[in-house]
C-alpha cells in the first residue's frame, strides 16, 4: 500500500477517537528508515500540553485498530508522538495556522551563502513561501525548502 494511502487510512481510523478524547491529528506519516519501517503519528491536544500519557493512550488504541483492520503488511515500529515546541509546519493548514510566527527555513541550496534562514512566516503557497526578516521581506520558490520548522526562542 502506498504511504500516503496509509497515511490517510491511519487518519481515517483516529479522527472519532481523538475528537472525543480532546486531541488532533497535527501529522502522520509512513516513513522507511534504513531498513525499518515507521507509522509515526503526531498528536495535539485541544487544551494543554501533550505527555508521554497522551501518546501512550493514543499509541495502545491505534495498536488495536491496525492489528483489527491489518492495514499495514509490512513489519513496521509505530510512534505516536507530540509534534514538539519546534514543530515542522508540512500542510497548508499549518502554514496558515502559523503565519506572523517566526520560522526557521532549511533550504535545498544556499541564499546569501546560508542553507537555514530564520523570520517571521507572512504567506504560503505550493509556489512561494514569504518569510519577513531583519525587516526585509524574502520571497522563495516553496520547491527550494526543504523543512519549516516553528523558532524556539528561550
Not at 15 to 38: A, I, P, Q
Not at 66 to 77: A, G, K, P, V
Request: net charge negative; charged share 30%.
Amino acid at each position: 500500500m502506498a504511504k500516503e494511502k496509509i497515511a490517510s487510512s491511519v487518519s481515517a481510523l483516529l479522527d472519532d477517537y481523538l475528537e472525543g478524547e480532546g486531541y488532533s491529528l497535527y501529522h502522520c506519516e509512513f516513513t522507511k528508515e534504513g531498513r525499518d519501517r515507521y507509522l509515526k503519528v503526531y498528536i495535539d491536544k485541544n487544551e494543554g500540553y501533550v505527555g508521554t500519557e497522551d501518546c501512550e493512550k493514543v499509541s495502545r488504541f491505534l495498536s488495536d485498530k491496525l492489528d483489527e483492520t491489518d492495514l499495514i503488511s509490512q513489519n513496521y515500529y509505530l510512534v505516536v508522538s507530540s509534534p514538539g515546541l519546534d514543530r515542522e509546519l508540512v500542510t497548508q493548514e499549518h502554514f496558515d495556522r502559523y503565519i506572523g510566527s517566526e520560522v526557521e527555513l532549511n533550504l535545498y541550496r544556499p541564499v546569501g551563502g546560508s542553507k537555514m534562514l530564520e523570520g517571521v512566516l507572512v504567506s504560503r503557497t505550493k509556489e512561494e513561501t514569504v518569510i519577513q526578516t531583519d525587516g526585509e521581506e524574502i520571497c522563495l520558490p516553496s520547491k527550494d525548502i526543504a523543512k519549516v520548522r516553528l523558532a524556539v526562542r528561550i
